[in-house]
């Protein structure tokens, strides 16, 4: 299994502000992956981070809103950039190690 | 591009009845189909997978689920809910290995005494 810890969990921001949302892995992953939940509605995947290259960013999502790093094998961020209340989300990191694909509890933004 | 269908958004039952949410996805060559369960102000948790072999896989907790080719279908059955057992129900599918998940809108299990 893999333990994954995101920070902050929750926050409340102003528009046009940015958040930098981050994800630490307690075990070595080829892959991270972010994914959006809007209010009362399903899972949405953002981007997909491999380390050392750019990530990759499914249709609607573009790297100008949502920059990720991935630094290392076991971390990675996702920045919610000039933040409109369209943004407020659970966002969640995720990893699939081995035949399983574990979450992170979630970052909860409200946008005011 | 893969998409999931639940078709209820919510199921309330009584304790001790049986329960059945559905899942229906696009067809594709092969896939890979999960439940995930999300309790009240909880993270996702995966409940059961199917990746090959038996069409019939089972969880832990009393759960099972079916994988029917021909109908593209991954229904989640139980044959006595507990209270403890509401909770939101996502259906999810890749046909890339466990990576990229699809997932449908979900279903929120209401059971009452």
């Known amino acids: 299994s893999a333990v994954i810890s995101q920070k902050p969990s929750r926050d409340i921001c102003q528009r046009g502000t940015s958040l930098t949302i981050q994800c630490q892995v307690d075990s070595q992953v080829t892959m991270m992956f972010w994914y959006r939940q809007q209010p009362g509605q399903s899972l949405t995947l953002i981007a997909t981070a491999n380390q050392g290259s750019e990530a990759t960013y499914e249709s609607g999502f573009v790297i100008d809103k949502f920059p990720i790093s991935r630094p290392n094998l076991t971390f990675s961020t996702l920045t919610v950039s000039n933040m409109s209340p369209e943004d407020s989300s659970i966002y969640l990191c995720?990893?699939?190690?081995?035949?399983?694909?574990?979450f992170g509890p979630g970052t909860r933004l409200t946008v005011l | 591009a893969q998409s999931v269908t639940q078709l209820d958004s919510q199921v309330p039952v009584f304790e001790e009845a049986p329960v059945e949410l559905r899942c229906n996805y696009s067809?594709?060559?092969?896939?890979?189909l999960f439940w995930y369960v999300q309790y009240p102000n909880q993270g996702l948790q995966l409940l059961l997978k199917?990746?090959?072999?038996?069409?019939l896989v089972e969880s832990i907790n009393g759960f099972e689920a079916e994988f029917n080719k021909s109908q593209t279908s991954f229904h989640l059955r139980k044959p006595s809910v507990h209270i403890s057992d509401t909770a939101e129900y996502f259906c999810a599918v890749s046909d890339t290995g466990f990576q990229k998940l699809v997932f449908g809108t979900g279903t929120r299990l209401l059971v009452s005494p």
């Open positions: 067809s594709s060559v092969s896939v890979y």
């Open positions: 995720s990893v699939a190690p081995r035949f399983e694909q574990f």
């Open positions: 199917y990746l090959s072999g038996s069409t």
